[in-house]
């Protein structure tokens, strides 16, 4: 719990009037937006925010004739903690519904910590104060001998020791501003804002009360979005709704949600989810030049690439879309396409052949026996007149990598177009398009990127494009004219672009390249399946691939028992959070559990205890 505006002080007022005091003195007019916007921070970080704003940092400049330096913001810290101990004890009445809420979570066993941007000294003050009116917490951590107060974590971590809590999971940070947000999200809590009587609101209680139910309405629908866009897991009206809140998130239904571990849609991270909060015009340089853009550039740097030599097409649709849009537009009726498929992805890229009543050749094999460079070159030999090749990187039918460099060494030596269905791959599994020979590589938003399901991408060599002009049977999923209206438009999109859709996935780079790029990625996804693959061997479940040919983009698992039922173990992991996948496969029974998304090996760890919690 925080403090003041979340459990005490409604508004948030005891500091408030303070700091333009504070500021005042110093001959410099703050407003009470400018002074309420670094609430939570330690205070002395607060002055210092407040300061380093462009506005005030101006009128100190225009009043001083010179920056602040460390002498001013140590004497304003000074005076402010002299008039905040005059009035501290004046401003320590619980919000209404904090004592009773306290004390319906402590019946439930659950744990009180608190962090504040209070010092000590403050605290010393304000803490008898509340716990006389009914305000009790179990613990208290300040700021005071700490590496850092808010936004960073510590203060958290702190009530974690002294309170003996074991996992992160176990905790829910609640307040009342940003930095009380920042704070939770930073410690990877469940991070709960506060509405009425928050700092974010600013109000007295009575001006609160005063307001209609309209102007109630909208400015609580501000709050949320703030707090939303900060990273808050969940916002409440009042306080009085924690112990509901809480109890919903014990039974893995918090915000309705569950762990998506398929292989897309997928979990995706709350950034993502965010930027489709705002509306893009589809005809906008802001998000034709400035988002749709980036995105075609960054994409070829995925896959390590050069804009000179390839290009990128965004299309409208699933994934399967754009697989049929680069077949339907490379494949000419008088070429012949080899096919080489080990499951029912590449099944699916014959279906497409057929329907464009394509020359073709279908070369299956076992759905457990990897696609490699030997099987490539005895079909090339065999069929002398096979212009294509396609093949599927990741065949999640079973979660088998197929050789893509081993393949591409042994294409490159014939007169041949590659195609490469990267769906399930591309963005999470380093990729390096020319190194493996590809001319044409297909996957989609939803995949490794994170981002959510509306649109798919093509990458094409330059040196193929011109063949596709005017070849397409399709006016939606001519890949050429889609191509050539999006280079004239600086990123236009010839008939209406999933606009939502997109920016969410712009933002998806954007937390791809903060995490290290598609290396640290691999790396995540990796552990994911190996903290997977040998927990669910632990527990009886045999996987269905040897770990040699095993990709870390999806598992699939042999039923445990001829009588297993697949539907009744899927509903209970679903009410515990979680949320598999069935089985594909033609030949055995199995199940398939994802390990890509915004999902960690601790939650990896997670779901094998509810399994093992499950009866199967």
Known sequence: MDWAGTAIDYGCFAPLNVFLRVFEE???????LQAREPMGLPKMDHI??????????????????????????????????????????????????????????????????????YTQKMMDVVRPEAMAKGYVTDNLVTPDGLPAGRPAPYMIYRNMIELAIPSVDQVVKVGDTIADIKEGVNAKAHTVGVI???????????????LSSDRKKSLMEEVRNRMLRAGAHGVIDTISELPDYIDQLSDGKSTGNYLLLTPGPLST??????????????????????????????????????????TTILLQGSGTYCVEASIGSTVKPSDKLLIVSNGAYGQRIGTIASYYRLNYEMISISETEPVTGEIVREALEAHKDVTHVAMVHCETTTGILNRLEEVGEVVKEYPVTFIVDAMSSFGGIPI???????????????????????????????????????????????????????????????????????RAFHQALVDLEREGGVEARYKRYRENNAVLYEGMKTLGFTPLLPRETQSPIITSFLYPSANFDFQGFYDSLKQKGFVIYPGKISDADTFRIGNIGDVNPDDMGRLLYAIHETPY
């Open 26 to 32: 110093k001959g410099v007019h703050i407003t009470y």
């Open 48 to 117: 210092k925010a407040i300061l380093n704003m462009p506005e005030v940092k101006l009128k100190f400049q225009m009043v001083h004739g010179r920056d602040w330096d460390s002498n001013d913001l140590s004497v304003m810290y000074q005076s402010f903690e002299k008039y905040l101990f005059s009035s501290l004890r004046d401003f320590t009445d619980p919000i209404p519904g904090v004592p009773e809420t306290m004390e319906i979570l402590r019946k439930r066993g659950i744990k009180i910590g608190s962090t504040t941007g």
């Open 196 to 210: 009425i009587g928050s700092n974010e609101m600013g109000l007295t209680e009575s001006d609160f009360n005063l």
């Open 269 to 310: 991270a709350r950034t993502v989810r965010e930027a489709m909060l705002q509306d893009w015009c589809t005809w906008d340089k802001d998000y034709n030049e400035e988002i749709v853009t980036p995105i075609r550039q960054k994409l070829l740097e995925l896959a390590r690439v050069d804009a000179r030599e390839y």
């Open 432 to 502: 390096d398009m020319k190194a493996c020979g590809i001319d044409v590589l297909v996957s989609s938003a939803n995949k490794c990127i994170q981002g959510v399901p509306g649109f798919g991408f093509i990458l094409v060599s330059k040196d193929k494009l011109p063949a596709c002009k005017g070849n397409a049977r399709s006016l939606s999923l001519d890949v050429y004219d889609q191509w050539e209206t999006m280079e004239k438009g600086n990123g236009k999109w010839r008939f209406t672009s999933p606009t939502h859709v997109v």
